[in-house]
């Protein structure tokens, strides 16, 4: 019979988050501070949101023992190499991020980033 932890090691991580909040500015110096970042009359800060946030990443790793195995499992203490695929953002959504907030920008409510896009990356280690 075939120990399904002897073949692989499975991790899921989900990460979900609201929009984050920016600040609508008028883009002037309306108080002869030297700042171009005046809010309008009667607008608070943090009264703008983003979209929100997800990212699904994944992990598969294996293990192979090096040494003595006895009737099929390994010595937990004996040394082991093992190999890892993690996968960062499996369904590649796009996560915007920055948002502009100066009313006199032609980027006004858009992003200027986002975080990365879908990542693989390989590990190998050694275990004594």
């Known amino acids: 019979m075939c120990d399904a932890r002897a073949w692989a090691n499975v991790g899921v991580s989900l990460s979900i988050g609201s929009g984050r909040p920016y600040t609508e500015r008028t ?9 171009t970042n005046a809010r309008p009359a009667g607008v608070g800060r943090n009264t703008l ?3 929100g946030y997800a990212s699904l990443d994944v992990r598969w790793l ?5 040494g003595s195995a ?3 499992k390994r010595d937990e203490d004996a040394p082991a190499f093992s190999i890892g695929i993690d996968a960062f953002n ?4 796009v996560n915007y991020s920055g948002f502009v907030g100066t009313l006199t ?4 409510g858009h992003a200027i980033a986002a975080r990365p896009p879908r990542r693989v990356q390989l590990s190998a280690g050694f275990h004594f």
């Open 70 to 72: 006895k009737a099929g």
């Open 90 to 93: 499996v369904t590649n959504r």
């Open 62 to 66: 294996h293990e192979f023992a090096i």
């Open 27 to 35: 883009g002037r110096d309306d108080f002869q501070t030297g700042q």
């Open 49 to 51: 949101q983003g979209p």
């Open 105 to 108: 920008s032609p980027f006004y």
